[in-house]
């Protein structure tokens, strides 16, 4: 009976220990939590950013289109001008002390109208301060404003990571302001990163030039744009853009501006107001599995040279269309928006070390980048490239009479006047009115060169056991591309 009140009593005793460990733990836990630390850390540095503005809109007067109305009043105004207000976020990255000026990153779409209207900055502790434009770059989508605070306001930074060591799955975590006045702000949101270099994304008609985006599914709503993606240990690793979605909001596909991108583009804004970016002067196409047989590449990476611009760094180092960009200043290149990106960002007035491929051979060649003149737009190619040409086709002289018809101006090459339905030419997007300038570097500047060229390689394509012909195009657009028919 004793030994069993002994047993009873140990157990009761284990029982309490157990309990208040529990009790220990669950405290240390709460109070450990990284999230929280982070956001205690950070949430004071996130600003609420409002834009007024007027812009220009259409007068969609019916009458306007009737010529007897606009008889009799010829001077009615064709456009009026429309107030308009948006909202977003940002993050403090830099405080002066001596100026009290606190310097913002943000989003361009989110400023960008801000320039010649009003922006209002509402800081944690409900303060409103009216923001100036340091710089914008709508081919990022990054900008930088920044306001001058009063003595004795507090200011929160918060700061910079390198996006370089993300791996996908880390954790994500986002602060905005989402839906405006909707009195929501500095929501924190919870999630990984999902993805890392998404490119080649439309988000209507100004979708940025230069595309490497974080993809995460840490929520990211209207007026989260311009605010801090940041990991674990509270730095910035990405400034929150876009979003994919089929209803307007939150689906779970976010995107990020990469912060190391960005702090490039914020100090070139900074210290003189524009971004200056590295210039080669080629129009750049994607390797697909069909360019990589036809030039018998290892994988499907790289860049292929549809064009070199005259007088360009490119044509002066020697770079010629179809030779294939293996690296970049010693980088691996694995598709065109990551080229794209390590050529803007890379040293001006420097030769830089560049592999590629010719003729079934690696060489290294050195190029000296210029400015980018006007930074002006970026030329593009759609992902596989759209050209005419090749088994199923017609052509004639660039001096014929339905060359003229079709408006079609080259030097050299035939223009293409037919194309057979299902035939390798129309699968490969050969349209009506593209030249042909060469089939598998082979120049073609009549019907009867083309005819013998294809005759030749279509031979010898056989005899390989080859079942693919390397074109090279300049589209209705103007565009020269190589394009790759197959045959089956």
Same mark, same amino acid.
């Given at each position: ?9 140990i157990t009761i005793? %284990? ?9 220990i733990?669950?405290? !240390?836990?709460?109070? !450990? ?5 982070? &956001?205690k850390?950070?949430?004071?540095g996130?600003v609420?950013?409002?834009v ?8 969609n007067?019916p009458?306007m289109d009737?010529d ?9 105004p064709?456009q009026r001008?429309r107030?308009?207000?948006s909202?977003g ?7 002066n ?5 606190a310097?913002?990153?943000t989003?361009?779409?989110v400023?960008?109208?801000g ?9 944690a502790d409900?303060v409103?301060y ?6 914008l770059?709508?081919n990022?989508d990054?900008a930088?404003?920044k ?6 306001e507090?200011?929160?930074v918060v ?5 370089s060591?993300?791996?996908i799955?880390?954790w994500?975590?986002?602060i905005?302001?989402p839906?405006g006045?909707? /009195? ?5 949101? %919870?999630?990984v990163?999902s993805?890392l270099g998404?490119?080649?994304l439309?988000? /209507?008609?100004?979708?940025p ?11 990211i709503?209207?007026?989260?744009s311009?605010?801090?993606l ?6 910035v690793?990405?400034v929150?853009a ?5 209803s307007?909001?939150?689906?779970g596909?976010?995107?990020a501006? +990469? ?12 210290a003189t ?11 750049p196409?994607?390797i697909?599995q069909d360019?990589?047989?036809?030039f018998?590449?290892?994988?499907v990476a790289?860049?292929?040279?549809a064009n070199v611009?005259k007088?360009s ?5 020697g ?5 294939v960009i293996?690296?970049?200043? !010693?980088?691996? &290149? ?11 960002t ?5 030769a830089?070390?560049v592999k590629i491929v010719?003729?079934n051979?690696?060489e &290294?060649?050195?190029?000296? %980048?210029?400015?980018f +003149?006007?930074?002006?737009t970026v030329?593009?190619l ?5 050209a005419?040409? /090749?088994? /199923?086709?017609?052509v004639?002289? %660039? ?5 003229k018809r ?11 006047t037919?194309v057979?339905?299902n035939?390798?030419?129309?699968k ?5 009115g593209a030249v042909?300038?060469?089939v598998e570097?082979?120049e073609?500047n009549? +019907? ?7 005759t ?6 056989e005899k390989?056991k080859?079942?693919?012909i390397?074109?090279y195009?300049?589209d209705?657009?103007?565009? +020269? ?8």
């Amino acid at each position: 009976m004793k030994h069993s009140k002994h047993i009873l009593l140990i157990t009761i005793l %284990l029982c309490l220990v157990a309990m208040a460990s529990a009790k220990i733990l669950t405290s !240390n836990m709460a109070s !450990n939590n990284p999230v929280v630390d982070v &956001v205690k850390a950070t949430r004071a540095g996130i600003v609420q950013i409002r834009v007024e503005a007027t812009v220009n809109v259409s007068n969609n007067n019916p009458f306007m289109d009737d010529d007897f109305f606009r008889y009799f009043f010829p001077q009615q105004p064709q456009q009026r001008q429309r107030p308009v207000t948006s909202m977003g976020s940002g993050f403090i990255y830099e405080y002066n002390t001596s100026t009290r000026e606190a310097f913002i990153m943000t989003n361009n779409h989110v400023v960008e109208k801000g320039k010649d209207g009003k922006i209002t900055v509402t800081l944690a502790d409900k303060v409103t301060y009216e923001g100036t434009v340091v710089g914008l770059d709508p081919n990022t989508d990054v900008a930088v404003i920044k306001i001058t605070v009063k003595d004795g306001e507090k200011v929160t930074v918060v700061p910079l990571g390198d996006s370089s060591k993300l791996e996908i799955g880390e954790w994500a975590i986002a602060i905005g302001n989402p839906f405006g006045d909707a /009195g929501l702000d500095r929501t924190v949101t %919870l999630g990984v990163i999902s993805a890392l270099g998404r490119a080649n994304l439309k988000f /209507g008609d100004s979708s940025p030039a230069y595309q490497d985006y974080i993809q995460t599914d840490a929520a990211i709503n209207p007026g989260n744009s311009g605010g801090p993606l940041l990991n674990i240990n509270g730095e910035v690793i990405g400034v929150n853009a876009a979003i994919t979605s089929t209803s307007g909001g939150n689906i779970g596909i976010g995107f990020a501006i +990469p912060i190391n991108l960005a702090k490039k583009v914020v100090d070139d804004l900074v210290a003189t107001g524009k971004v200056a970016r590295g210039f080669i002067g080629i129009l750049p196409q994607e390797i697909s599995q069909d360019i990589m047989e036809s030039f018998n590449l290892k994988e499907v990476a790289g860049v292929l040279v549809a064009n070199v611009e005259k007088d360009s760094p490119a044509e002066k180092a020697g770079l010629k269309a179809g030779d294939v960009i293996l690296e970049f200043n !010693n980088e691996r &290149v694995p598709n065109v928006p990551k080229f794209r990106i390590a050529v803007a960002t890379s040293a001006i007035g420097k030769a830089l070390p560049v592999k590629i491929v010719r003729d079934n051979k690696e060489e &290294v060649i050195k190029i000296t %980048l210029d400015a980018f +003149p006007d930074d002006g737009t970026v030329a593009t190619l759609d992902k596989g490239g759209k050209a005419p040409v /090749g088994s /199923g086709i017609s052509v004639e002289a %660039l001096d014929s009479q339905i060359a003229k018809r079709l408006g079609v101006t080259a030097d050299k090459g035939v223009v293409v006047t037919a194309v057979s339905a299902n035939s390798p030419a129309a699968k490969a997007g050969i349209e009506v009115g593209a030249v042909i300038a060469s089939v598998e570097g082979i120049e073609v500047n009549s +019907p009867a060169d083309f005819n013998k060229v294809m005759t030749d390689v279509q031979s010898k394509m056989e005899k390989a056991k080859r079942k693919i012909i390397r074109l090279y195009v300049i589209d209705k657009n103007k565009t +020269p591309q190589f394009v790759v028919l197959r045959f089956e």
